[in-house]
């Protein structure tokens, strides 16, 4: 046999050695760097912690993650170095629909990735809270002189409070809208205002109604949740804990904030009957809600704490809770059927939108003799 066809197939039976045993090197997989959380419409809060993470493949040893809050802003560091597969990030201050997260090789920056679109970085809700300190006690109530007086308003009797939190507004349909869609909840049904179709989508600024006792509830729990604290409310027994959270005002906090510090006065601003002080159903200005931020404040900077629309308190409510109510922080009885709304709304009379009205409504709207349309609330962050 010729030499150079020897030496060919020794060649080849080496070849298919070397394949067959596998001592062949497999070529190294490609450097791949892929953003996992967060992604696009992710909404991401002021103050809170969360996990970016992320997928790598191929020979990268460690890496570099950075954020921008647009599109012209420079990338700012979050960590560097970084061997693992996560890392820990407080999110800033900043208000952003805009913001993207980079993941670099720390050894080669021309292999990174970005997240899909954008995600979003706010406040949950602008609060504004104002502390309310009750220095002593307060007269709450009202006796038969005043004009409107019902007879579950009395008797009057001395109430001393603990220091809280209150927001200056209503809950506005825009901050419910976050809770139901960060939650995958129902949006409320449409109030049936004429002239102001779409109410929930169209007017992001009005206070949302439609609400229950229990939606109220949820959605203070989901704030709490949201900013750092305990959820208030347990969703078995619906107690409310009353250890530092969001929660909506006892009857009692709700009287002494809507009065505004005047004392035994009628409405927010004295005992002059209403005309375009707030809305109520001879307001000239609304015929149905109106925003939020409407009208002159109380004397304590809260806005609406007479009409626009009823507010859910926490409390059970009992028309004879009076007679036994205590002195220090009462909260109303033990149990019940029905729940306390305050304030009056943009359907009411002079007589629902004093300081002193109570009523009772049913917390799920089963037995509905108020209007859902006429129901919101506010929240207080206890101390």
Same mark, same amino acid.
Not at 8 to 13: D, E, G, H, K, R
Not at 16 to 43: H, M, Y
Not at 206 to 228: H, I, K, Q, T
Not at 229 to 257: I, K, S, V
């Given at each position: 046999?010729?030499?150079?066809?020897?030496?060919?197939?020794?060649?080849?039976?080496?070849?298919?050695?070397?394949?067959?045993?596998?001592?062949?090197?497999?070529?190294?997989?490609?450097?791949?760097?892929?953003?996992?959380?967060?992604?696009?419409?992710?909404?991401?809060?002021?103050?809170?912690?969360?996990?970016?993470?992320?997928?790598?493949?191929?020979?990268?040893?460690?890496?570099? +993650?950075?954020?921008?809050?647009?599109?012209?802003?420079?990338?700012?560091?979050?960590?560097?170095?970084?061997?693992?597969?996560?890392?820990?990030?407080?999110?800033?201050?900043?208000?952003?629909?805009?913001?993207?997260?980079?993941?670099?090789?720390?050894?080669?920056?021309? &292999?990174?990735?970005?997240?899909?679109?954008?995600?979003?970085?706010?406040?949950?809700?602008?609060?504004?809270? +104002?502390?309310?300190?009750?220095?002593?006690?307060?007269?709450?109530?009202?006796?038969?002189?005043?004009?409107?007086?019902?007879?579950?308003?009395?008797?009057?009797?001395?109430?001393?409070?603990?220091?809280?939190?209150?927001?200056?507004?209503?809950?506005?349909?825009?901050?419910?809208?976050?809770?139901?869609?960060?939650?995958?909840?129902?949006?409320?049904?449409?109030?049936?205002?004429?002239?102001?179709?779409?109410?929930?989508?169209?007017?992001?600024?009005?206070?949302?109604?439609?609400?229950?006792?229990?939606?109220?509830?949820?959605?203070?729990?989901?704030?709490?949740?949201?900013?750092?604290?305990?959820?208030?409310?347990?969703?078995?027994?619906?107690?409310?804990?009353?250890?530092?959270?969001?929660?909506?005002?006892?009857?009692?906090?709700?009287?002494?904030?809507?009065?505004?510090?005047?004392?035994?006065?009628?409405?927010?601003?004295?005992?002059?009957?209403?005309?375009?002080?707030?809305?109520?159903?001879?307001?000239?200005?609304?015929?149905?809600?109106?925003?939020?931020?409407?009208?002159? &404040?109380?004397?304590?900077?809260?806005?609406?704490?007479?009409?626009?629309?009823?507010?859910?308190?926490?409390?059970?409510?009992?028309?004879?809770?009076?007679?036994?109510?205590?002195?220090?922080?009462?909260?109303?009885?033990?149990?019940?059927?029905?729940?306390?709304?305050?304030?009056?709304?943009?359907?009411?009379? +002079?007589?629902?939108?004093?300081?002193?009205?109570?009523?009772?409504?049913?917390?799920?709207?089963?037995?509905?003799?108020?209007?859902?349309?006429?129901?919101?609330?506010?929240?207080?962050?206890?101390?």
């Amino acid at each position: 046999m010729p030499r150079r066809l020897l030496f060919f197939l020794a060649v080849i039976s080496i070849s298919f050695c070397t394949k067959k045993t596998g001592t062949e090197p497999e070529p190294q997989p490609q450097k791949r760097l892929t953003v996992v959380f967060p992604n696009q419409g992710n909404f991401l809060y002021w103050d809170s912690a969360y996990a970016v993470t992320w997928y790598k493949e191929g020979d990268i040893t460690s890496v570099d +993650v950075s954020f921008r809050v647009n599109d012209d802003s420079p990338w700012v560091s979050i960590g560097t170095g970084l061997t693992g597969l996560s890392c820990q990030w407080t999110i800033p201050k900043v208000r952003t629909s805009k913001a993207k997260i980079k993941i670099t090789d720390s050894g080669d920056s021309t &292999v990174f990735d970005t997240n899909e679109g954008y995600f979003i970085i706010d406040k949950v809700i602008e609060n504004e809270l +104002v502390l309310i300190v009750c220095d002593s006690f307060f007269l709450m109530g009202s006796d038969t002189s005043e004009p409107g007086h019902c007879p579950d308003e009395d008797p009057v009797h001395s109430v001393c409070l603990s220091s809280f939190y209150v927001s200056k507004r209503e809950v506005r349909n825009a901050e419910y809208r976050q809770f139901c869609d960060f939650n995958a909840y129902q949006y409320p049904p449409d109030p049936g205002f004429p002239g102001m179709s779409s109410y929930f989508d169209s007017f992001p600024d009005y206070p949302v109604v439609m609400v229950s006792w229990f939606d109220a509830a949820r959605f203070c729990n989901w704030l709490s949740l949201a900013e750092g604290y305990e959820a208030q409310y347990d969703t078995l027994t619906w107690q409310c804990r009353f250890t530092g959270g969001y929660r909506l005002p006892t009857e009692a906090e709700w009287e002494y904030l809507a009065r505004g510090g005047l004392e035994s006065q009628y409405y927010p601003w004295g005992n002059q009957q209403p005309t375009d002080q707030c809305n109520w159903s001879g307001d000239p200005f609304h015929e149905y809600t109106a925003p939020v931020v409407s009208y002159d &404040v109380n004397g304590f900077g809260l806005y609406n704490t007479a009409g626009n629309v009823w507010e859910w308190c926490n409390d059970f409510y009992a028309d004879d809770y009076y007679s036994s109510s205590p002195f220090s922080d009462p909260r109303g009885p033990q149990s019940g059927s029905f729940r306390v709304i305050r304030g009056g709304s943009w359907f009411d009379s +002079v007589e629902n939108v004093r300081c002193a009205k109570r009523g009772p409504s049913d917390p799920s709207f089963s037995d509905a003799f108020i209007k859902a349309n006429t129901l919101g609330f506010r929240i207080v962050l206890g101390l």
